[in-house]
């Protein structure tokens, strides 16, 4: 059914939109009404509209403003004041508590009996706000999903269909895979991945179950075990999702999959291998461009030490800045938070990427398909003709690749990249040993930045508490200075599931190249020889930036400790 209509909606939507196709708003006010929010949601899915556009103009003819649930604050205490049945019956979404009044996102919040009736249930006053129903649809499925809704439904689906599973043939796999219980389950494992802020999720067949982890804030996690007669089908269903072939079982897949969230959609990114006791899958939950999720350079909690230069740095003209770090240190975030720095209208600014993970507004971004033969070189070679001044290049990986980019630098571009090396002075030995020559090396870095990510003290449950002279003096060089200071952990509770810990804290070191190491660069100097010569130019090691998180609150030694080598302490 469709919802009310407000023509107040249309006549602000062609005052504003005065190019927009009448012919497209007919067909649509045909199919859902005139100016509903069916009618709403689908000029967002068609891209007539912008979504915050559309959103904005609906909240002004209400008179209500609109709240994204996937941008907003969900805290848990307005959470366990509406109870699931309610929330999904009522189609509404509690958000955040403050001084007993509670705001909850309806899709129609002028609808006083309904407002008063969660009242009445929560006994707290309501403030409501507007959202699109689909968007209050999946953020209830996501904020209120729990282990034991999986699991009932992958139980439900086991018992039903043992009998099926048993006689194992192809068909009845696929047809099992289409099924509602199927589908169910995968949607349930997803959406309970998001809510726990999962990076990876880890599907493992063992000889008698299937076990689910989830990396949550860098560490893995069991989650549930169930019974493997369902894994093909899972598999199934995940490789019918990716469009992958899901005949083939003895080779690795790679793919990508979409799940709407909203009207927007969610990205992840599929690895399958074969194993000794079936197919292991890891799903990637790619970052999300929603506001909450882009992290901006002034939020990711850089030092001053390293943010000013850093910023300073990525405003030149020419040059190459390199991100370096392990894979999942969160190298891409950073990448994007310096080109939403200086993406401007008066910038061209072109990546290229293996895939494409964060979308980003007014930059052209390509992505790597080598089954075609389109690598990092030929994109890069291509880009260099499409005028550009800002050139992302996702990772170098090899010479064709470095050299390009090298000479992109010498010649007028802003380039950046990433290295896998374990700190910034590594990154520059690296060029050259992939074959770049150091008198071309030398005049083309501008600087390299090295980063980890550790778990983050869940602030809930953080507690004081004083490191004992043995475990200081593994850090740092006088222990008695350090004696005095109080340290952080958490003890464990319910928001971090006894973890004590709870989201991801980064550090970071930052290398500038100076005119003394650009010369030792080209006399192909040591990475001793170098680290001394960044030293005198303020280099910090990355345990440098990470005792300081530490010292304030934000992380553990034994995080710092897991990420950091030993010979850079002090």
């Known amino acids: 059914m469709p919802g009310k209509p407000n023509k107040d909606f249309l006549r602000l939507l062609r005052e504003t939109k005065p190019f927009l196709a009448e012919a497209e708003i007919t067909r649509l006010e045909k199919k859902y009404g005139e100016g509903t929010l069916e009618f709403v949601e689908a000029m967002i899915i ?143 494992m997803l959406y309970f991945a998001m809510r726990e802020r999962s990076s990876d999720i880890h599907i493992e067949p063992h000889m008698e179950q299937t076990v689910v982890r989830f990396r949550i804030d860098g560490r893995l996690r069991e989650m549930m075990r169930f019974s493997k007669v369902i894994h093909a089908a899972i598999m199934c269903r995940i490789k019918i999702m990716c469009d992958l072939n899901i005949a083939e079982s003895r080779f690795p897949h790679d793919g990508r999959m979409s799940m709407p969230i909203g009207p927007r959609e969610q990205d992840f990114r599929v690895s399958v291998i074969p194993t000794v006791e079936g197919e292991k899958c890891v799903i990637r939950i790619l970052a999300s461009t929603s506001k909450r999720e882009f992290m901006t350079l002034d939020r990711m909690m850089i030092s001053q030490t390293v943010l000013k230069p850093f910023k300073r740095i990525i405003k030149s003209p020419n040059g190459i800045v390199f991100v370096t770090g392990p894979t999942g240190s969160g190298k891409t975030t950073t990448l994007y938070a310096g080109l939403h720095e200086i993406n401007k209208p008066d910038a061209n600014i072109s990546t290229i990427e293996d895939p494409v993970e964060i979308r980003l507004e007014g930059i052209t971004q390509s992505q790597v398909n080598n089954h075609i033969d389109l690598n990092f070189a030929r994109l890069l070679r291509s880009m260099l003709r499409q005028d550009p001044d800002i050139i992302l290049v996702g990772e170098i990986r090899d010479l064709e690749t470095a050299k390009i980019a090298t000479e992109a630098a010498l010649t007028g571009h802003l380039v950046f990249s990433t290295l896998h090396t374990n700190n910034a002075i590594q990154a520059i030995t690296r060029l050259t040993e992939i074959g770049i020559e150091p008198y071309m090396v030398a005049p083309s870095v501008l600087a390299v930045m090295a980063q980890r990510l550790a778990a983050r003290i869940c602030d809930r449950c953080k507690e004081a508490y004083f490191p004992s002279q043995e475990k200081l003096s593994e850090f740092f060089y006088d222990a008695e200075v350090a004696e005095d200071i109080p340290m952080y952990l958490g003890k464990g509770c319910t928001a971090c599931r006894g973890t004590g810990y709870h989201g991801r804290v980064s550090f970071h070191e930052l290398a500038v190249i100076s005119e003394e190491m650009r010369s030792l660069i080209s006399a192909s100097a040591s990475i001793h020889e170098l680290t001394v010569a960044a030293k005198r130019t303020g280099y910090k090691p990355l345990r440098y930036d990470g005792l300081k998180k530490v010292l304030l609150g934000h992380t553990t030694l034994d995080e710092i400790e897991k990420s950091t080598s030993f010979e850079w302490s002090g």
């Open 46 to 188: 068609e891209n007539l509209i912008s979504h915050s556009e559309a959103c904005r103009l609906f909240s002004n003819c209400i008179g209500h403003a609109y709240v994204d649930p996937f941008a907003s604050v969900v805290t848990p205490e307005a959470l366990e004041a509406v109870p699931p049945a309610i929330a999904r019956k009522a189609q509404v979404l509690p958000l955040y508590l403050i001084n007993d009044v509670i705001t909850i996102a309806f899709s129609d919040p002028a609808d006083e009996a309904l407002v008063n009736r969660l009242a009445g249930i929560t006994g707290l006053d309501v403030s409501p706000v507007f959202a699109l129903p689909s968007e209050i649809r999946d953020a209830i499925e996501i904020h209120y999903a729990t282990e034991e809704d999986v699991r009932s439904i992958i139980d439900e689906l086991a018992a039903s269909s043992d009998s099926l599973i048993q006689q194992f043939s192809t068909h009845d796999i696929v047809s099992l895979s289409e099924s509602k219980g199927l589908i169910r389950i995968v949607d349930a």
